[in-house]
């Protein structure tokens, strides 16, 4: 009798087990194809407020709709405030990936090596509080200082998360099913990294990109940002996380100043707008550009550069009757050697007429380019300035002062009121411009020098710069030096005195210099 009693139990046990099996199995089945139920029953959060610390975590609106949204799209670029969980929520996503997908690979860059460790940490925090889901999946876990492996009970099947820091090369040598970019905007190398690294997952039957960051001027991410591209973009207000109040913000606006724009962002226009700290805060889009026109024959054309491997500036600026100045062409291009870019002015310079002639279009009075392109290379013994004039560009030297350069420009964006009411300046450019347009606003106040603007993001200076080397050159032009004279032999005295004509005597000037009397 107490043996059937001790069996039934036994059986009993047993059978509730596989029951208890069957349940993580059936729970991890609907987990696979609802991520939003899975991160809010599964998933935990670090609460820096809360006694607990790891609390489970419950998305508002906006974070589900960006899990919907990761899922949805392959391609995702968010823009958000500050402290808004979005890397928990994208390692969620991640994580869930590589739980439901097992073989996957996740590759996450971050701004230094100790972000790309932050990134491992907080997977291996998610992973330490879902004991049920790994269980009904067969799963365990193993981690490194910089990457995670999950496995099934075969050890056949793995999933990876590998987390590396920016670097030129970062992400080149392998193939990722998602590729997490946290803080985008203030990773080092961005450029080089998206080159190398979107390949890895750009394949036709896969392959995600998460992408997030809150905003910096003059970076790719804000290029991709603003472009149109096949990018989803997602924008997370303040007022994403319902306990963000209008007295919240007004109370951190106070204390934060012009800051909480960048930091805070109410609109995607607020987060990509200037802050207080503009350099020319005078600049106005609706009256310091517009519509290209046909350039009068009888006006007076500049052209003015900022040369460099990493950018070739180039612009067009024509002066009217009344010394106003329309900026109305420009060449805005990276990794030109001098050849070709002389060779790029050249053919902007040719026009076609209607017969099929060329002619020359708006032949310049001067090329201006700042004083350092007259340095000789220790390589090769020769100024760019002069492997430009070898390639058929003959450049003028403008001045480099920089307080009194960028104090032209302001003179130029002066706004004014004309007899009419009619608000104007004396500088306008062209719409097509575009990346005077875009960089010249976006100029920030250097901390250290009022008079001066920001160095970086060295990307927005180009263009200003190369504005910067006409106006200061158009509006104080260098003097001519007075030529130095020369002691004349007596004979040569002799002849300066005895010309017959003025022109014989500036024909002796010319060929021995002006005489000392």
Not at 67 to 80: A, G, P, Q
Not at 182 to 206: C, K, L
Not at 313 to 319: D, E, Q
Not at 366 to 388: H, I, M, T
Request: with cysteine; proline share 4%.
């Amino acid at each position: 009798m107490q043996k059937k009693s001790r069996d039934k139990k036994q059986s009993s046990a047993t059978n509730y087990g596989e029951y208890i099996q069957e349940i993580l199995k059936a729970e991890f089945e609907y987990c696979r194809h609802n991520v939003v139920y899975w991160a809010n029953n599964y998933c935990v959060i670090e609460d820096k407020d809360s006694p607990e610390i790891i609390v489970p975590f419950h998305a508002w609106d906006a974070q589900n709709q960006t899990l919907i949204d990761f899922e949805k799209y392959r391609l995702n670029l968010i823009l958000k405030a500050r402290q808004m969980g979005i890397t928990w929520l994208a390692l969620y996503y991640c994580t869930h990936d590589l739980i439901f997908n097992l073989g996957h690979t996740v590759v996450a860059l971050s701004k230094t090596e100790d972000d790309a460790k932050e990134l491992v940490r907080r997977m291996s925090v998610i992973l330490d509080n879902m004991p049920e889901i790994l269980q009904g999946g067969g799963l365990t876990y193993s981690k490194t200082t910089t990457s995670i492996a999950i496995t099934n009970s075969g050890g056949k099947l793995i999933s990876t998360f590998k987390a590396f820091p920016s670097s030129p090369a970062a992400g080149r040598s392998f193939t990722g099913n998602i590729l997490l970019l946290d803080e985008w905007a203030f990773q080092e190398f961005a450029e080089e990294i998206w080159t190398s690294a979107y390949p890895t997952i750009n394949r036709p039957t896969g392959g995600k990109v998460i992408g997030l960051s809150t905003i910096k001027k003059g970076t790719l991410f804000e290029r991709l940002w603003v472009e149109d591209n096949a990018f989803h973009k997602i924008f997370l207000s303040v007022f994403s996380d319902p306990r963000r109040t209008q007295e919240w913000y007004e109370r951190t606006a106070r204390d934060l100043g012009v800051m909480v724009k960048q930091e805070y962002p109410r609109t995607a226009e607020e987060a990509l707008s200037n802050l207080g700290g503009s350099f020319f805060n005078e600049f106005d889009y609706s009256i310091h550009t517009c519509e290209p026109f046909v350039i009068p024959t009888d006006w007076t054309i500049y052209d003015s550069m900022d040369y460099g491997l990493d950018m070739f500036a180039y612009l067009k600026m024509a002066i009217d009757n009344e010394k106003n100045v329309y900026v109305f062409y420009e060449i805005y291009e990276s990794g030109l050697i001098i050849s070709d870019a002389a060779a790029k002015v050249k053919v902007a310079e040719l026009k076609e007429n209607d017969d099929g002639t060329v002619q020359q279009w708006y032949k310049p009075r001067e090329r201006l380019a700042p004083p350092d392109l007259w340095n000789r290379s220790q390589e090769s013994g020769k100024s760019r300035a002069l492997v430009f004039s070898e390639n058929g560009l003959e450049l003028t030297k403008s001045n480099n002062d920089r307080h009194a350069g960028w104090l032209e420009i302001k003179e130029l964006l002066k706004v004014y009121e004309t007899p009419d009411g009619h608000k104007t300046a004396k500088l306008k450019i062209f719409r097509t411009c575009k990346n005077l347009i875009r960089t010249l606003p976006q100029l920030l106040i250097d901390e250290k020098d009022v008079q001066d603007c920001a160095k970086e993001p060295h990307e927005l200076t180009h263009a200003p710069d190369a504005l910067r080397y006409f106006a200061i050159y158009w509006t104080q032009p260098p003097q001519p030096k007075p030529a130095k004279k020369v002691k004349y032999r007596k004979d040569q005295l002799e002849d300066y005195y005895n010309a017959r004509s003025e022109a014989e005597r500036q024909e002796i000037i010319k060929r021995y210099g002006e005489p000392e009397l």
